[in-house]
């Protein structure tokens, strides 16, 4: 995985020598901000119109495929930089030799940069991988993003100027400047950590939309979609749909496994990562190879701890379980309450953004321990969203509610700020049109029942919102370390068959993804592959609140701090006041009071960070 941005002028240059310096300047700042996302290598193409950037994260051919990667046809110049994986190289790699083209690497950035010279935008659709990629070939300049927005890309399309890359800071490296307005504060404040689809907090800025592209040339863009989820009538029966689920699962992984370094898995002893982590270590006896797995917690949960609704059961009991049942090199990580605190302004600087709060510190911690030992890591994210395992998903308050399933109660997003912001702000107005906009857009099949098209609306919003978020957080805070994590689940054709599979084969004998356990079958624990969903962990001691209450009390003494222009001090004084709870959710159960307290903490940071 790697760090890529590009700069493109959409008017003809002037000003020569001194002008081309100044991009030279301007390209070398983006390489230094995107270091972190690929710190074995980088480079500058820099040529009439376009200035294009790189740091390479070396995992596929190490010693080879430089980028920007440059082939020449003709009089012109055909550029590539590329951040991602294509897991279906070999196919992709016959089909061109079959064409006469002859590759010099074993890269699939070599793959994808003769693939794009053969047929330009129309190779997007043979891809299964994860990718961002600027594709300059000599007249135009191509973006595109994969199907399911596993890797990010974000632009800025101005008059003159068109800039993008792999985080907003490599924008602002190439000129554009930080900048929030009222339709920011409104993401901010009524959807964040989540953002409406293709847009972006910071004003002049859009982030490509999962299965877009975009083309730039002379004085126009265009952007178009080349891939589209479909509703289709489902006829294999269960014990069909359950085997291939199996094959896609299985073959998802292995393909995913792929990379000329080792690799390691995310263990929590839950059904995905468990799977996941079942058919890698599988693939690596064969090879006379043993997987690593790693595993989450934080100090005092052992004492703190208690069972609830939302977290039946403490992961690490199981991830042991598993990793003795697999006979993996098993590695238990704990983050410390204090520490977790101190990293928010880092776990926001790594998003560039407010985010998911101590979800994130604490993943960015995890993610720096790993990324000192491997490169690349599989995970089992996206299965709760494809699969159906959140509580919304049948829940009849969320299928009565007409509003996003994860916060269908506005109170707790306005419990912090000044009335007069409210006002101007108009939070559940514009939550509401996000929502009706977004649920106008899910992909229908005629002669659903009014529960199964109501049920659609709930699947699409958490593809295009919740698992987005949570998407956009691994990524950050993964690459942050240098580290690259892979989504076996998040396949465009586990997504496409899943999607119109009915209800009662995901959802079975009163148990949550059923249509997953049953394909888990023989490869897992019987606890392990029967065992309740919890989540992602957080902590529980009462100490992690009270040095956010602290800090948050801080802020309210010095009225020079920025967010003093958005909270309301009583408001907030009387919130911190309240007993310890954990069933006020801001954005789904992941964050609820505690994580209220850390993103307010977050903005803060994220206003004195960007000068804002």
């Known amino acids: 995985m790697c760090g890529i941005a590009g700069i493109y002028s959409l008017r003809p240059l002037e000003g020569g020598e001194e002008q081309l310096a100044a991009r030279r300047r301007l390209c070398g700042g983006a390489v230094s901000a995107?270091?972190?996302?690929?710190?074995?290598?980088?480079?500058?193409?820099?040529?009439?119109?376009?200035g294009l950037v790189h740091t390479r994260l070396a995992i596929i051919d190490p010693k080879g495929a430089p980028q920007p990667m440059k082939k020449r046809r003709g009089e012109r110049d055909h550029v590539l930089v590329y951040n991602g994986e294509?897991?279906?190289?070999?196919?992709?790699?016959?089909?061109?030799?079959?064409?006469?083209?002859?590759?010099?690497?074993?890269?699939?950035?070599?793959?994808?940069?003769?693939?794009?010279?053969?047929e330009g935008p129309a190779f997007l659709k043979k891809l299964n991988g994860i990718f961002a990629f600027g594709y300059w070939d000599g007249e135009q300049l191509l973006l595109a993003r994969d199907p399911l927005g596993v890797k990010p890309l974000y632009y800025s399309a101005g008059e003159d100027v068109l800039r993008f890359g792999s985080e907003p800071k490599a924008l602002f490296a190439l000129g554009l400047k930080p900048a929030v307005g009222k339709r920011g504060l409104q993401e901010l404040f009524a959807l964040g950590p989540a953002h409406t689809p293709g847009t972006c907090v910071f004003e002049q800025m859009a982030e490509l939309?999962?299965?877009?592209?975009?083309?730039?040339?002379?004085?126009?863009?265009?952007?178009?979609?080349?891939?589209?989820?479909?509703?289709?009538?489902?006829?294999?029966?269960?014990?069909?749909?359950?085997?291939?689920?199996?094959?896609?699962?299985?073959?998802?992984?292995?393909?995913?496994?792929?990379?000329?370094?080792?690799?390691?898995?995310?263990?929590?002893?839950?059904?995905?990562?468990?799977?996941?982590?079942?058919l890698c270590a599988k693939k690596l006896r064969e090879q006379g190879?043993?997987?690593?797995?790693?595993?989450f917690d934080f100090k005092g949960n052992d004492e703190y701890y208690r069972e609830n609704a939302f977290q039946p059961s403490r992961d690490?009991?199981?991830?042991?379980?598993?990793?003795?049942?697999?006979?993996?090199?098993?590695?238990?990580?704990?983050?410390?309450?204090a520490l977790l605190a101190d990293l928010l302004d880092s776990a926001?600087?790594?998003?560039?953004?407010?985010?998911?709060?101590?979800?994130?510190?604490?993943l960015l911690y995890f993610c720096t321990i790993v990324g000192k030992q491997f490169k690349v890591t599989l995970t089992g994210e996206c299965a709760d969203e494809i699969f159906g395992g959140y509580p919304w998903f049948r829940s009849k308050q969320a299928f009565a509610a007409k509003a996003f399933p994860w916060s269908q109660n506005m109170a707790p997003r306005r419990s912090l700020l000044r009335e007069d912001l409210l006002d101007a702000l108009q939070l559940e107005a514009y939550a509401q049109a996000a929502y009706e906009a977004s649920v106008a857009e899910t992909p229908r099949l005629e002669g659903d029942s009014p529960e199964e098209a109501r049920r659609r609306e709930i699947a699409w919003l958490n593809l295009r919102w919740f698992m987005q978020t949570l998407l956009d957080r691994m990524d950050r805070m993964s690459m942050s370390s240098s580290l690259e994590a892979r989504v076996p689940f998040a396949d465009p054709r586990i997504l496409e068959y899943v999607w119109n599979v009915p209800w009662h084969m995901k959802y079975r004998d009163n148990t949550t993804k059923y249509l997953l356990r049953m394909a888990g079958r023989g490869l897992l624990p019987e606890r392990v592959l029967w065992r309740k969903k919890s989540p992602y962990p957080k902590t529980y001691h009462p100490l992690y609140e009270q040095l956010l209450a602290a800090r948050m009390r801080d802020i309210l003494r010095d009225k020079n701090q920025p967010l003093h222009q958005f909270i309301d001090p009583q408001k907030t004084e009387a919130f911190l006041r309240q007993p310890a709870g954990h069933g006020q959710p801001w954005y789904g159960q992941l964050m609820s009071a505690p994580q209220r307290v850390a993103y307010f903490l977050q903005v803060n940071a994220w206003l004195k960070e960007y000068r804002l």
Request: hydrophobic residues 35%; negative net charge; contains cysteine.
């Open 289 to 295: 190879k043993r997987l690593t797995t790693f595993s």
């Open 86 to 118: 294509l897991y279906n190289t070999p196919e992709l790699r016959r089909e061109l030799k079959g064409k006469g083209w002859a590759f010099e690497t074993a890269s699939d950035t070599e793959t994808l940069l003769c693939g794009l010279m053969e």
């Open 34 to 50: 995107l270091r972190h996302r690929g710190p074995d290598g980088d480079g500058i193409y820099l040529e009439g119109p376009v």
């Open 316 to 337: 690490a009991p199981f991830a042991l379980e598993m990793a003795e049942y697999l006979g993996t090199d098993h590695i238990q990580l704990e983050c410390d309450n």
């Open 348 to 362: 926001m600087r790594a998003r560039d953004l407010p985010g998911m709060a101590d979800i994130d510190a604490s």
């Open 209 to 278: 939309l999962p299965g877009e592209f975009l083309l730039a040339g002379p004085g126009q863009i265009r952007k178009s979609l080349y891939w589209r989820l479909e509703s289709r009538p489902h006829t294999d029966s269960l014990e069909e749909t359950a085997d291939h689920v199996g094959w896609l699962v299985k073959d998802s992984v292995e393909r995913q496994m792929v990379s000329d370094v080792p690799i390691c898995t995310f263990l929590s002893g839950g059904l995905d990562s468990s799977l996941a982590a079942s």
